[in-house]
């Protein structure tokens, strides 16, 4: 069964570049997803699930979650839209793989670059993502293209015994990206990051670095702050008790369209579904079905159980020449200012995005794509 643990993929890379086979040591093989016989089941179970028509407590649109309206929309073209046939062989066109790391079967995707220059690079997501995030930046990062400043560029997707490589990590996926960068120095030679395994800094801790924030990054820093208060219920519910959400939604449909639903709407760009965004009802069907077809919602919640202090409250810069880079999103849920990602790393390019929000490779998968080519001014 497929997991989405980020931190078992870091486990297989630092294994993988101290030059271990990853053929024999983790058992990994090639992988086909055929989840079609328990598509009718799914989808039986959403058509019976009885929601009401509108409002129990009408006018607070999202402000108590996620809409009425929207959830009867959503399970609406779930069963009268949603191909889950046409959406498996799209997602079969990608090279799959499964591993065996300390008991966990993790799947991933491994994708080369016909460039025999290609940095090789390692995508890290976090929740409730899953590698479908990464699917629109996979195919162009392949292909040769060009930096800012002209020097031709690809990559390998993902780290399969590579000597070097880079890594990208946004959400949870940020703590074991940042963890390789600032501890195998020799073999992470560039990190990217949109978000920081470090809580944002507090206003007291602006206002002491004697920081003027530009018109976008104040509103980020004034999202961010709201969602520190109003949107981060899940986070202690997953970190203190994960089973009791995750087995009242194991085997609901609606309810985990609900649950994460509501995540990738109120966390993306308001004006998600329109270009660049790739964020749609459909993206977000697509998101669920596949948490629900693999059984993986009551795994994927104890991410935070298991990890209560993942995300650290000061500020130590790791000692590495490696470059760092750092999209910031304008919707997304932490905002952390250039001065303050200074102090984790050698930072060399800090990017901020007027579109955009916590999914950076759905919301806006170009300036994630431009971003993450910036390597190779810097790449040795």
């Given at each position: ?331 997304n849920v932490g905002f952390w200012p250039r001065e303050f990602v200074e102090k984790v790393g050698r930072l060399v ?32």
């Amino acid at each position: 069964m497929m997991q989405f643990i980020s931190a078992s993929l870091f486990l297989m890379a630092t294994e993988l570049a101290k030059g271990v086979s990853a053929q024999d040591h983790f058992n990994v093989r090639p992988f086909h997803i055929a989840l079609e016989s328990h598509v009718p089941r799914m989808l039986n179970l959403a058509k019976e699930t009885r929601l009401p028509e509108s409002p129990i407590y009408p006018g607070l649109g999202s402000t108590a979650g996620i809409d009425t309206k929207v959830l009867n929309d959503l399970r609406s073209q779930w069963l009268s839209d949603f191909n889950w046939t046409r959406e498996q062989k799209e997602l079969n066109q990608f090279h799959h793989y499964l591993a065996e790391i300390e008991g966990q079967t993790i799947h991933y995707i491994h994708e080369k670059s016909s460039s025999p220059d290609a940095i090789p690079l390692m995508l890290l997501h976090g929740w409730p993502g899953s590698f479908l995030e990464f699917l629109p930046v996979i195919e162009p990062l392949t292909k040769k293209a060009k930096t800012s400043t002209g020097r031709p560029v690809s990559f390998n997707i993902i780290i399969l015994g590579y000597k070097t490589f880079a890594v990208h990590g946004t959400d949870w996926g940020a703590a074991p990206a940042y963890t390789l960068y600032a501890n195998y120095t020799k073999t992470v030679r560039a990190a990217h990051l949109a978000f920081l395994p470090v809580y944002p800094p507090t206003t007291a801790q602006i206002e002491a670095e004697d920081i003027t924030l530009t018109p976008l990054e104040q509103f980020e820093y004034q999202r961010a702050n709201e969602w520190a208060r109003s949107g981060d219920g899940y986070f202690v519910e997953q970190t203190f008790q994960p089973n009791t959400i995750g087995l009242a939604l194991q085997d609901s449909p609606v309810g985990q369209l609900s649950w994460i639903g509501e995540k990738m709407i109120s966390w993306s760009d308001p004006r998600a579904g329109t270009p660049p965004s790739l964020i749609t009802h459909n993206e977000i069907l697509r998101s669920v079905s596949l948490y629900y077809l693999t059984q993986s919602f009551v795994s994927s919640a104890f991410i935070y159980f298991q990890n209560p202090n993942g995300f650290a409250t000061t500020y130590t810069k790791a000692e590495t020449d490696a470059p760092l880079f750092f999209s910031s999103f304008k919707y997304n849920v932490g905002f952390w200012p250039r001065e303050f990602v200074e102090k984790v790393g050698r930072l060399v390019e800090y990017r901020n995005h007027d579109f955009g929000g916590h999914f950076p490779g759905l919301d806006n998968p170009p300036a994630l794509i431009e971003d993450l080519r910036q390597f190779k001014e810097y790449w040795n």
